[in-house]
């Protein structure tokens, strides 16, 4: 198969090794580092998007997730691709993806579309969770075309929990809206769906101003619907209140940080092997590190993608990224392709 046609659902078995479908496995490896997995089934869900199955080949439990958690695929072709998670967490033997085809993309969607990938091993690593719920007395959902991904396992966590929720799905078209039977089947809230040309863009400040006190705003869409929302938040919410996903690029760089100054030459430590580098002004820290350790995942080199993170054992970085949160950088973890060190060394483990 060299391509997957309408109507399409490709699969090829895997044999559990012990249990099938879900439940809580004890067999599932502990950690969420890289590893292969199975692709058993792509299925076309709506016009130009397809959904994939992933599953270990030996039919082991998968390491659990939570809802806004993504995988990065390393694509046959060595392309890494990052993809929202959009099964249910307690489904432990597959893990599920949708990936919209995107002719003016990089070229991971493409590969994705055009190559016979069912019954092949991708490399995968994950899951790991930038974009994670928390708790709120209202919760309001912006999802844009492909964006939908994360939102739709949220929805039904939130769901579960009894809580009140909006959701404003927009997409080009009804037909290229994919999960919207199983958006429907959620209950528990509102959702409204906008197909730009049956209903044109959505009134973001009429939706933002009209939620609640106490309201959550979550968005996963296109770069120009998260900057246009993160400045109506500004105008009605609390500081905090606007958590987005990025697959593309901020619209325009964050102030101080993607178009900060490039810097002084500092010096990096990989605690592993103790290899020390320079990384000099006109090098990402991403670049050098991966001369000393080519197997480090990457994707986008602009800061919001998040598959660089590494951790920061000494030394204190200067973030220029737009994907970590503040916890996040307390914890020491670093994004190394826009990067850089506000300090003489910085020690990573690495
Ligand atoms: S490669 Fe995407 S954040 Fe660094």
């Known amino acids: 198969m060299t391509s997957l046609d309408t109507s399409t659902t490709a699969t090829v078995d895997v044999a559990p090794a012990s249990g099938t479908g879900t439940g809580t496995g004890t067999e599932a ?28 080949p030996s039919g082991k439990a998968l390491a659990p997730w ?58 995968v690593r994950g899951p790991r969770n930038q974009f994670r719920l928390t708790d709120a007395e209202h919760y309001l959902f912006l999802a844009g075309g492909i964006g939908v991904t994360p939102i739709v396992p949220m929805l039904a966590a939130v769901a579960a929990l009894g809580r009140p929720y909006r959701l404003v799905y927009g997409g080009r078209t009804r037909a290229s809206m994919a999960f919207l039977d199983r958006l429907g089947a959620i209950g528990g809230g509102t959702l409204e769906v906008l197909p730009e040309d049956e209903a044109g863009w959505p009134d973001l400040d009429a939706i933002v101003s009209s939620a609640p006190a106490g309201t959550a705003v979550y968005c996963c869409g296109p770069a120009g619907m998260i900057a246009a929302l993160e400045g109506v938040c500004e105008r009605h ?50 670049r050098v590190v991966l001369e000393a350790v080519p197997s480090h995942l990457y994707s986008c080199e602009e800061g919001y993608c998040g598959t660089c993170e590494a951790r920061v054992l000494d030394g204190e970085p200067d973030h220029r990224d737009t994907v970590l949160t503040d916890e996040e950088k307390d914890e020491g973890k670093m994004i190394l392709c826009v990067g850089r060190a506000c300090s003489p060394r910085l020690v990573l483990d690495l």
């Open 237 to 286: 919410l609390p500081p905090g209140s606007l958590h987005v996903e990025r697959f593309t690029a901020p619209v325009a760089p964050v102030a101080g940080e993607l178009d900060a100054e490039p810097g002084a030459t500092f010096e990096v430590e990989l605690a592993r092997t103790g290899v020390v580098l320079q990384v000099p002004p006109d090098r990402s820290l991403l």
């Open 66 to 123: 939570e809802p806004g958690a993504h995988l990065d695929l390393v694509l046959p072709s060595g392309l890494v691709r990052q993809y929202s998670l959009c099964g249910d967490p307690a489904e432990r033997h597959h893990y599920t993806v949708a990936v919209l085809k995107e002719p003016a993309s990089r070229g991971g969607s493409r590969e994705i579309h055009d190559t016979g990938l069912v019954g092949r091993l991708l490399t």
């Open 29 to 56: 490896p502990a950690d969420t580092g890289t590893r292969e997995l199975l692709v058993r089934q792509v299925r076309l869900e709506a016009d130009g998007v397809v959904s994939l199955q992933l599953a270990d």
